[in-house]
């Protein structure tokens, strides 16, 4: 099974902030990465698929890069509803496999 | 709307059996795949397997191997999880997701989630 881990795994940050969060595969995936907003007892939402394509209707402050094993999801400017828990996962072969989460707080 | 409704919260013995349904609306059904995922309280999210709804052909995690079987209703547009044999560490809320392509399986669309709880 491919290992995904995710860093760091709490991060403390401001309204207007640059957030970089990383994820890091056990082998290469090609660019076959997706990335999740999750808030507290919701279901997770699509940010980014294939490392860096943005979903419909998903703010443009929100990108995503890499491809081989390693991957950052960027915040250029952190608004307050990005406060939640943001999960990588890998789509290149089966079983799929989700990093750890990242929870972004308030500062 | 594209939306997945699933069923309501679930309590369970040891040693039960579960079935969860994901009912599907606003797209075609049989146009695309239906994956289960599972997230038990403060763990990161497991994929437990996937159905090709055109066919009924199915791919499980070889970790639930032999104790979950997913279904699909094409004629109700619902996909349908069971898991057996359950265990306390099987309590956690199971969604139900759609991928947008079956190839590179992101998923766009997911359920709102069902609550199980293994307790005895």
């Known amino acids: 099974d491919i290992q995904m881990t995710q860093s760091p795994s709490t991060l403390s940050a401001s309204v207007g902030d640059r957030v970089t969060i990383t994820c890091r595969a056990s082998q290469s995936i090609s660019s076959c990465l997706a990335w999740y907003q999750q808030k507290p007892g919701k279901a997770p939402k699509l940010l980014i698929y294939?490392?860096?394509s943005l979903q419909s209707g998903v703010p443009s402050r929100f990108s995503g890069s890499g491809s081989g094993a390693e991957f950052t999801l960027t915040i250029s400017s952190l608004q307050p509803d990005d406060f939640a828990t943001y999960h990588c996962?890998?789509?290149?072969?089966?079983?799929?496999?989700f990093g750890g989460g990242t929870k972004v707080e308030i500062k | 709307q594209v939306q997945l409704v699933q069923s309501g919260a679930e309590v369970k013995k040891p040693g039960a059996s579960v079935k969860v349904s994901c009912k599907a609306s606003?797209?075609?059904?049989?146009?695309?795949?239906m994956h289960w995922v599972r997230q038990a309280p403060g763990q990161r999210l497991e994929w437990m397997g996937w159905i090709n709804v055109g066919n009924g052909n199915t791919i499980y995690s070889q970790k639930f191997q032999g104790r979950v079987t997913i279904t699909r209703d094409t004629s109700a547009s619902t996909a349908y999880m069971e898991l057996s044999s359950l265990r306390s560490e099987d309590t956690a809320v199971y969604y139900c997701a759609r991928p947008y392509n079956t190839w590179e399986p992101a998923f766009d669309i997911w359920g709102q989630g069902t609550m199980v709880t293994v307790s005895s």
């Open positions: 606003g797209y075609t059904f049989t146009s695309y795949a």
């Open positions: 996962q890998q789509c290149n072969s089966y079983p799929l496999t």
């Open positions: 294939k490392a860096s």
